[in-house]
């Protein structure tokens, strides 16, 4: 179930291997606790881009990672991974291979204004530019 928790997300180290959540206790802003860390994912090399946008009208931001390798000598590939927080304050978020295209960079954008939020996933070296239209509706 959706909470819509606020939450930071980072790649640690920069360009590494694990994708990481903050996520903010309740009254966080009349509080001095620490935000709750919580590593969603340990399977892959370089993770590059990260975003975060509502793809499904619940109350949560979906995180969305762009992984520009292949983790060497594993099974892990690169590509787009989509994190939905099924319930962001317990840790438990829900992975989404999209696809293992090379992606370092992506941003988030209602391409045809039909009120969805489509991702625009580019990869450098690769030379590749996709776009995944949103079809979750
Ligand atoms: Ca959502
Ligand atoms: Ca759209």
């Known amino acids: 179930m959706a909470d819509g928790a606020s939450y930071l997300a980072t790649v640690e180290p920069w360009h590494s291997d694990k994708i990481l959540v903050y996520v903010a206790p309740k009254d966080w802003a009349q509080s001095e606790l620490l935000w709750p860390r919580y590593v969603l994912d340990e399977e892959l090399a370089w993770g590059h881009a990260v975003a975060c946008a509502n793809l499904d009208d619940d ?14 000598g594993t099974e892990h590939r690169r590509g787009l991974r989509i994190y939905d927080p099924g319930n962001a304050s317990e840790g438990r978020w829900q992975r989404t291979l999209v696809d293992p295209v090379a992606t370092e960079d ?27 239209w949103n079809q979750l509706k």
């Open 59 to 72: 109350l949560d931001q979906e995180l969305i990672i762009g992984v520009r390798d292949d983790k060497k």
């Open 106 to 132: 992506l941003t988030v954008a209602d391409l045809e204004a039909d009120g969805d939020n489509d991702i625009i996933a580019v990869g450098r070296k690769t030379h590749n530019v996709k776009i995944y």
